[in-house]
């Protein structure tokens, strides 16, 4: 009887940058670090864990109940712009939020989504630590919906894999090679819609909006401007 072998995504990237394969056959190109950019921002450190969120929270880890997201941003040409990212564990449901790489904006952006939310349930939103999140307690603070923010660990994009794998999906309509304020948020909504309802495997070939609609009630999860 046969037997195959498996080949770690490390060896798959060598292979890669070898030219033994050809990237465009791997779905994720992995992280580009142009002229061997150094992220100078910091990182927050005085926060709640997400091995907080897990233990407090069980129910977040296995995807059993609705209203725990993953965040983050994704960035244009040059680092010069940002879209705030947030997709919804159970339901994987998509928002994007027009920002930009400034914490006070990204504190707007998610704290005028979240007062929106007034009538759905949502618990807990799991960050990765860039500065930009750095006002994360202002946000619990001033949202109109009762919200704890978590932080995964440094350099452990892996355990929000659900908004890692969200933004490879939209990067398709917002490369990383173009300036995303440019972008208003009718047009992130319309992006966002656009895979929101594509029927998906892991949902039993639900779409995620059916999913979100039948956790919550409502139409949309999308913000209004």
């Not at 995807?63 to 712009?81: A, L």
């Not at 750095?134 to 929000?160: H, L, M, N, T």
């Not at 659900?162 to 319309?190: A, F, G, M, Y």
């Amino acid at each position: 009887m046969g037997h195959s072998e498996r080949v770690s995504t490390k060896t798959l990237y060598k292979l890669v940058k070898n030219g033994i394969i050809e990237a465009k056959k791997l779905r994720r190109k992995g992280k580009n670090n142009p002229k061997n950019h150094k992220e100078t921002r910091g990182r927050i450190n005085d926060c709640k864990t997400i091995h907080q969120c897990d233990e407090w929270y069980p129910k977040a880890s296995t995807n059993q109940e609705y209203g725990h997201f993953e965040g983050d941003t994704i960035v244009g040409k040059h680092r010069q712009s940002a879209i705030v990212t947030l997709v919804e564990k159970k339901s994987k449901y998509i928002v994007l939020l027009k920002a930009s790489r400034k914490s006070q904006e990204v504190k707007e952006a998610t704290l005028d989504w979240l007062n929106k939310q007034v009538k759905v349930t949502i618990k807990t939103l799991t960050f990765d630590r860039g500065k930009e999140f750095s006002k994360w307690k202002e946000i619990e603070q001033e949202s109109k919906v009762p919200v704890e923010i978590f932080f995964s660990d440094p350099g452990a994009p892996g355990q929000r894999g659900l908004n890692e794998n969200s933004n490879s999906i939209v990067r398709q309509d917002l490369p990383k090679s173009t300036d995303l304020s440019i972008h208003s948020q009718e047009k992130l909504n319309e992006i966002a819609m656009k895979y929101n309802r594509v029927p998906r495997r892991s949902l039993n070939y639900y779409t995620q909006e059916e999913i979100m609609k039948k956790a919550t009630g409502l139409d949309s999860l999308i913000p209004i401007s």
